[in-house]
């Protein structure tokens, strides 16, 4: 059984960078065909997923947030993690990591099949 859990700060300034990890275990962020990726949820909205990793260290990312997000690993911990720069108080929301073993339809939260409890990050001066 795969779990995940997101650390990080739950409270950042405005215009400053979002630092998110994940820790995996049951399971390897190298193994084939798994994809790794970060969703969120602003309060009052739907579940918007914002990029991901593969297995094989690739990365996309949804067009709106590619010029603010990465997404990076380190696979000796078992462990991915997001960075979103410049942040917003629209960018407050809980913070999701999740995996899928399917290769279709990965930009879709509902194919996800693992997911973290949560985090919540508030933007806020």
């Known amino acids: 059984q795969v779990r995940l859990q997101e650390s990080g700060p739950g409270l950042v300034k405005p215009s400053q960078t979002l630092s998110l990890t994940c820790t995996v275990s049951?399971?390897?962020?190298?193994?084939?065909?798994?994809?790794w990726s970060w969703i969120r949820q602003p309060p009052g909205k739907g579940l918007e997923w914002m990029g991901l990793?593969?297995?094989?260290?690739?990365?996309a990312y949804t067009p709106s947030l590619k010029s603010r997000t990465s997404i990076s690993r380190d696979t000796s911990k078992n462990q991915f993690s997001l960075q979103l720069s410049s942040v917003t108080p629209e960018d407050t929301a809980v913070y999701y990591c999740?995996?899928?073993?399917?290769?279709?339809?990965?930009?879709?939260?509902?194919?996800?099949?693992?997911w973290g409890q949560g985090t919540q990050v508030t933007v806020s001066s």
């Open positions: 999740a995996a899928t073993r399917t290769r279709v339809g990965v930009t879709t939260p509902q194919r996800y099949d693992y």
């Open positions: 049951g399971g390897s962020i190298t193994s084939s065909p798994y994809a």
């Open positions: 990793i593969r297995d094989d260290g690739s990365t």
